[in-house]
């Protein structure tokens, strides 16, 4: 039994014979093994595209910029996952990839969803100004986070987002979404009566659409960034555990009250 709607029965991004692989209509021996970085594969992956130099360029800085940021809860519990399962390395990297979401690693994917949302506003006559005003006022309102200003460690400004604008602009390809993302700067102080920094995930945001990366895909960056960097960090808790150390500390830090809520 069919349950939801299904497209036609095709794929367009590999097929494997006895003696030939086909990835995206090309010959993965001949046309791509030791022709394309991993980077400039997974673009032509996901995008059936082969990269420009900007995209690959870019594509590799924001892999870079969010691949590692110490023991950050998704590192944390890829690790105490290994140190309990030593067995199961594909799980405790599955564990810390789990938790990618709107607060923590997954927040691009949030980011990319606003500025397309503003690109719609302007796209239909209002000003670029008055639509990020507009956005971060409704978010205010409404009780929500803005995605994604404010960090815990990272202030006034995120060295990383730093980075990667002033990439874009050197280099040529900003464009309206990174104009929004700087735009929101102001309008989000404003709505919340503070400044808030921007964190990493808008400007990785901006600059993919920018770069006509999918908007869909945008969470798909992180996610490949920190698995790389998950498997440092597995890497070297075989050589200095601190998963059990973590877990520990964790149950120490915690007290039992013995009552249920409500």
């Not at 799980?91 to 997954?106: F, K, Y």
């Not at 994917?109 to 500025?115: G, I, T």
């Not at 202030?155 to 990439?167: F, G, M, N, S, T």
Request: with cysteine; net charge neutral; aromatic share 4%.
């Amino acid at each position: 039994m069919l349950i939801g709607k299904s497209g036609p029965a095709k794929s367009a991004l590999c097929h494997a014979e006895a003696d030939r692989i086909d990835v995206r209509g090309r010959d993965l021996c001949r046309d791509l093994m030791g022709q394309l970085s991993f980077t400039e594969f997974f673009f032509l992956l996901v995008t059936g595209r082969e990269a420009t130099a900007e995209q690959r360029f870019f594509l590799d800085l924001l892999l870079v910029a969010i691949a590692e940021h110490g023991l950050t809860p998704s590192a944390q519990v890829a690790r105490m996952t290994y140190a309990a399962a030593p067995d199961s390395l594909q799980g405790a990297v599955a564990a810390g990839i789990l938790g990618a979401g709107p607060v923590i690693l997954g927040a691009s994917e949030a980011c990319a969803a606003m500025l397309v949302e503003a690109r719609r506003r302007i796209a239909a006559g209002a000003t670029p100004d008055g639509v990020v005003a507009a956005i971060a006022r409704e978010t205010r309102a409404a009780g929500a986070r803005m995605p994604r200003f404010g960090h815990p460690v990272h202030h006034p400004v995120d060295p990383r987002a730093q980075r990667i604008l002033e990439l874009a602009d050197a280099r040529g390809v900003s464009g309206l979404s990174v104009e929004l993302a700087r735009r929101f700067v102001p309008a989000v102080a404003a709505a919340w009566g503070k400044p808030l920094p921007m964190n990493v995930s808008m400007p990785i945001a901006a600059v993919l659409l920018d770069l006509d990366f999918p908007a869909e895909m945008v969470k798909a960056i992180p996610i490949l960034a920190r698995t790389g960097g998950l498997l440092a960090h597995l890497a070297e808790e075989r050589q200095r555990p601190i998963g059990f150390l973590m877990s520990s500390h964790a149950e120490a830090a915690i007290a039992y009250d013995g009552e249920a809520d409500g």
